[in-house]
């Protein structure tokens, strides 16, 4: 059926990403005519990519006879070219969509500003440990198209607000918009455009989880039935209790039992058990398998060192958001100083939202990067260095036994490094360096 509705269809892909990749694959073994775009002149071109591609500029008439054009999460829709095909009447959809329209087992859908990664895994576990098939996928895991032929129950997906606006007719029992903060204004523009896209997650879903403290995370439409999570004590749907997870004002989980630390993956985890919920999972079975699941790499994790000092690895903190999750869930607890490692490329945010988080709970600022002067700009007496290995340097001169070092940029990484994995990277070998 999936060949008889692409076969001889005019096809376009832009980006050879990871996204695009899959994308091509998938349409080339649909038989659909399919040619290549990538705005980068110098992009790589896999040795199994068959069909014709551009790099660069497009030649005149290149959108003629086209009818769709799968556009990778990283392309901007304002591009010159997308606007392009859009004036052409040409029909413009993401991997996700495309997906959307073929997929027909039940799905999971995870987005916010912070902490999906985390929720998206997390859930993952849960299913699996309680007998549904599942397999992770969209901006974490495989592209969602590599999962078609997965003998799975169920797909869970992470959703970026880039997937999202592409995304019209995605089907899911569950999701969930986790948060909201500033993330992506150099190409949103506006915390409404950001929200809007971020919102689309909600167009066919039949449950929502939202966070009560944040009116933004419920969903515009009244037809979606919703459940809440949040920090308090109370006895509708989630809530928190005496270092207890609670489900309508009765205990589920207690939160000494997990390997996710800090506030925010409190709120996680809620998240996380009433998707499971919503697919099935009775509650205390979910809480069981929590307790087996270990952190996501580069969100909040502990490095191994011998110098008594707490060196963390928050490396996926890339926006505002995130460091305030971050020092917020250590902060509190904290018997030490709070040393915070920060900066990178802000993607067009206001840090001012940080202020009063560097203040209660940060006892020295080191910054780095494109944006590190903002950030330095914050709290007196922070330091400016050139890079990384300098920061970790800076921050043991400053560290004594029982102080936390967290390495929380706030940032994307790509004005620095390959990605925030090479940053955490760079980040553990200079600490390991130092140990020595």
């Known amino acids: 059926m999936m060949s008889l509705q692409l076969a001889g269809q005019r096809i376009v892909v832009a980006g050879l990403g990871i996204s695009g990749q899959a994308s091509i694959r998938f349409l080339l073994s649909q038989q659909a005519q399919l040619k290549v775009w990538d705005t980068r002149a110098d992009a790589p071109v896999p040795d199994d990519i068959t069909c014709p591609v551009v790099r660069g500029a497009l030649p005149q008439g290149y959108w003629d006879d086209v009818t769709t054009l799968v556009v990778s999460p990283g392309i901007d829709l304002q591009h010159e070219g997308v606007q392009q095909a859009m004036t052409s009447e040409v029909e413009v959809i993401g991997e996700i969509e495309l997906f959307a329209r073929i997929n027909t087992r039940p799905c999971l859908g995870i987005t916010g500003s912070n902490g999906k990664t985390t929720v998206t895994l997390l859930l993952t576990h849960i299913l699996n440990s309680c007998g549904i098939r599942a397999v992770a996928a969209g901006n974490v895991g495989k592209p969602a198209l590599s999962t078609l032929d997965d003998d799975v129950d169920m797909v869970v997906l992470e959703l970026s607000s880039f997937q999202l606006e592409t995304t019209s007719s995605l089907a899911l029992e569950g999701a969930t918009l986790l948060n909201l903060s500033d993330d992506h204004l150099d190409r949103h523009k506006t915390m409404a455009?950001?929200?809007?896209?971020?919102?689309?997650?909600?167009?066919?879903?039949?449950?929502?989880?939202?966070?009560?403290?944040?009116?933004?995370?419920?969903?515009?439409?009244?037809?979606?039935?919703?459940?809440?999570?949040?920090?308090?004590?109370?006895?509708?749907?989630?809530?928190?209790?005496?270092?207890?997870?609670?489900?309508?004002?009765?205990?589920?989980?207690?939160?000494?039992?997990?390997?996710?630390?800090?506030?925010?993956?409190?709120?996680?985890?809620?998240?996380?058990?009433?998707?499971?919920?919503?697919?099935?999972?009775?509650?205390?079975?979910?809480?069981?398998?929590?307790?087996?699941?270990?952190?996501?790499?580069?969100?909040?994790?502990?490095?191994?060192?011998?110098?008594?000092?707490?060196?963390?690895?928050?490396?996926?903190?890339?926006?505002?958001?995130?460091?305030?999750?971050?020092?917020?869930?250590?902060?509190?607890?904290?018997?030490?100083?709070?040393?915070?490692?920060?900066?990178?490329?802000?993607?067009?945010?206001?840090?001012?939202?940080?202020?009063?988080?560097?203040?209660?709970?940060?006892?020295?600022?080191i910054t780095l990067g494109k944006d590190g002067p903002a950030l330095a700009a914050l709290k007196s007496g922070a330091y400016q260095v050139a890079n990384m290995p300098e920061a970790v340097e800076q921050a043991r001169a400053l560290a004594s036994p029982g102080d936390i070092v967290l390495m929380s940029p706030a940032c994307a990484s790509l004005d620095m490094f390959k990605n925030y994995v090479h940053r955490a990277e760079v980040f553990a070998q200079a600490v390991a360096g130092g140990a020595e």
Request: glycine letters at 8%; charged letters at 15%.
């Open 193 to 365: 455009a950001y929200s809007d896209a971020k919102q689309r997650i909600f167009n066919h879903a039949t449950q929502a989880l939202c966070w009560r403290e944040q009116q933004l995370t419920y969903p515009l439409s009244l037809s979606v039935q919703v459940h809440e999570f949040g920090l308090a004590d109370t006895a509708d749907d989630f809530g928190f209790c005496n270092n207890m997870i609670t489900w309508q004002g009765k205990p589920l989980l207690d939160i000494s039992t997990v390997q996710l630390v800090g506030t925010h993956n409190i709120l996680n985890i809620q998240a996380a058990i009433g998707l499971a919920m919503c697919a099935g999972v009775e509650a205390s079975a979910a809480a069981a398998a929590v307790a087996t699941f270990a952190p996501v790499a580069h969100r909040c994790v502990t490095l191994p060192t011998s110098d008594k000092i707490r060196w963390i690895d928050d490396s996926k903190a890339t926006n505002a958001g995130a460091t305030i999750a971050a020092l917020t869930g250590l902060g509190a607890g904290k018997t030490g100083r709070l040393i915070l490692i920060a900066g990178g490329d802000g993607k067009g945010a206001d840090f001012a939202v940080l202020t009063p988080y560097l203040h209660q709970y940060v006892d020295e600022l």
